[in-house]
């Protein structure tokens, strides 16, 4: 196998939303290739032990999302299973309404589906009002609602409690995104919130596999013939070694969740600091009721993209928001609902430290260079004398 | 929006009387909002300055920068562009902001 000049481990890795696998989870997922790779419903002996390494490993992340394995199935992507939630839900609900109730820094392949045009507007810091959902139900005509735990881009946590109640009172569905927090934030999930929650394996270092909950009783059902595959959900099994990589990410992130969330909030806390005291710089998101892991400020008059090869340049690597990046022709939805600058944002989502041992270096790194970088990149624009 | 005024494609301090205009049409981030701070630079509170923009981004930037300036802004949507007239605030005094000199 190639191996990438990128290592982790010693490079400024500062962009984990997709980050590399948990190590022990690769060597799950290399030993998985010789003992997991048949078809589970296949019934020759292959596929009879595939079936079984697929059991356990749901069992596994069943657990992680506290519900029954019944409850839980695999999904090609977190956006898949996102998709097929709320399609679920719309499908079942299509006599009583149309309308998706969603807040406006809800993920975009939710704010595309049918029903969802009219988000419900977020504060300065993110955060939907639980009232302005009240009054979107009160509407009528609703078929589901949809309510992110915290928010990817700028780690706000959202009032999952409050609109969970409001939900139940309105006997309205509630497609819960825990795709950001799932193995990162200890106030993910609150017990038995939602009637479908959605995470994502990536969130913990685990390969990037959408995981969907319909919780028991929930009404659910997809249009068209049956799927034959994780309780009528998708069309295919999951490639099993996949889904063995997920569940031993998972055990290995859940062992030490409580010191790595400590260690991964004051990292970030550093960050939010740091970029505070640069000239024009707006640290943005709620700065305490947040995930632990993720940070996002922008740079006034600084192009987001000359920033990120400045800062690569350095030896780090973040992301960005902005549309000025060659690969968005629109700014951040997340940051243009909120009300704050979408040009010269930086979004640092941390790794975890047993993917990335260095993190706290590549931190103290970034807040080192932040100025540096900023200046260089005014400089260059010509905006430094503003 | 007024089918009146400022339409001179030019950065030009305005005709007599006329606020500023910038004509950053075409331009994309962060081109509007930097060029919007430049004519801005300098005028006395209470100054009004007219930004003409297509870009998407400057449809949240333009209101952010005024926020974090402590200038007050205006949208007219045209079909093609925005208007964007900002009334400029009192300088303000914490860390370096546009009116600190360098």
């Given at each position: 196998m190639a191996r990438s000049s990128f290592d982790p481990r010693v490079t400024g890795l500062l962009d984990a939303a997709r980050g590399p696998l948990h190590p022990v989870a690769a060597e799950t997922l290399r030993a998985a290739l010789a003992?997991?790779?048949?078809?589970?419903?296949?019934?020759?002996?292959?596929?009879?032990?595939?079936?079984?390494?697929?059991?356990?490993?749901?069992?596994?992340?069943?657990?992680?999302?506290?519900?029954?394995?019944?409850?839980?199935?695999v999904h090609p992507s977190a956006e898949a299973a996102l998709e097929v939630g709320l399609a679920g839900l719309r499908h079942a609900r299509r006599r009583a309404g149309r309308r998706v109730v969603a807040g406006a820094t809800e993920r975009s392949v939710l704010l595309l589906q049918p029903g969802a045009e009219q988000p419900v507007p977020v504060d300065a810091v993110g955060r939907?009002?639980?009232?302005?959902?009240?009054?979107?139900?009160?509407?009528?005509?609703?078929?589901?609602?949809?309510?992110?735990?915290?928010?990817?881009?700028?780690?706000?946590?959202?009032?999952?409690?409050?609109?969970?109640?409001?939900?139940?009172?309105?006997?309205?569905?509630?497609?819960l995104d825990a795709t950001a927090s799932l193995g990162r934030d200890p106030q993910g999930i609150p017990p038995a919130a939602g009637s479908v929650v959605v995470a994502d394996a990536a969130s913990f270092a685990g390969p990037p596999l959408g995981l969907l909950v319909v919780r028991t009783g929930t009404r659910w059902g997809l249009p068209g013939p049956r799927r034959e595959a994780e309780h009528g959900r998708e069309h295919a099994p999951p490639w099993v070694p996949l889904v063995l990589a997920a569940a031993e990410a998972w055990r290995q992130t859940a062992a030490v969740a409580a010191a790595e969330q400590r260690s991964a909030r004051a990292l970030v806390e550093r960050v939010r600091h740091a970029a505070a005291s640069v000239r024009?710089?707006?640290?943005?998101?709620?700065?305490?009721?947040?995930?632990?892991?993720?940070?996002?400020?922008?740079?006034?008059?600084?192009?987001?993209?000359?920033?990120?090869?400045?800062?690569?340049?350095?030896g780090l690597a973040v992301a960005s928001g902005s549309a000025c990046t060659s690969s968005a022709l629109r700014p951040s939805h997340v940051l243009a609902a909120m009300g704050v600058l979408t040009h010269?944002?930086?979004?640092?989502?941390?790794?975890?430290?047993a993917v990335s041992p260095s993190r706290a270096d590549a931190v103290e790194r970034l807040c080192r260079e932040l100025p540096d970088a900023v200046a260089a990149v005014r400089r260059r624009l010509g905006t430094d004398d503003l | 929006m007024s089918g009146s005024e400022p339409r001179q494609p030019s950065d030009g301090r305005g005709r007599r009387g006329g606020p500023s205009v910038v004509d950053a049409r075409g331009s994309r981030c962060p081109v509007p909002v930097i060029r919007l701070a430049r004519a801005a630079r300098?005028?006395?509170?209470?100054?009004?300055?007219?930004?003409?923009?297509?870009?998407?981004?400057?449809?949240?930037?333009?209101?952010?920068?005024?926020?974090?300036?402590?200038?007050?802004?205006?949208?007219?949507?045209?079909?093609?562009?925005t208007e964007y007239r900002v009334v400029l605030g009192e300088p303000r005094t914490d860390r370096g902001q546009a009116d600190s000199s360098t």
């Open positions: 003992t997991g790779w048949a078809d589970p419903t296949r019934l020759h002996s292959p596929g009879r032990e595939a079936r079984a390494l697929l059991d356990t490993a749901r069992e596994v992340l069943a657990d992680a999302l506290a519900v029954r394995p019944d409850e839980l199935s939907v009002d639980p009232h302005a959902y009240a009054v979107a139900m009160a509407g009528g005509d609703v078929a589901a609602a949809v309510l992110q735990t915290a928010n990817a881009e700028v780690g706000t946590r959202q009032p999952v409690a409050e609109v969970d109640a409001l939900c139940r009172r309105h006997g309205i569905p509630l497609l024009d710089v707006e640290v943005v998101g709620d700065p305490d009721d947040r995930l632990p892991h993720v940070v996002t400020f922008s740079v006034l008059y600084a192009d987001g993209e000359v920033l990120l090869e400045e800062l690569a340049r350095r010269g944002n930086v979004r640092v989502t941390l790794p975890l430290e | 300098g005028l006395a509170p209470g100054t009004t300055v007219v930004l003409l923009a297509d870009d998407v981004a400057a449809w949240s930037d333009v209101p952010a920068w005024a926020r974090m300036k402590g200038h007050t802004v205006t949208l007219l949507e045209d079909d093609d562009w």
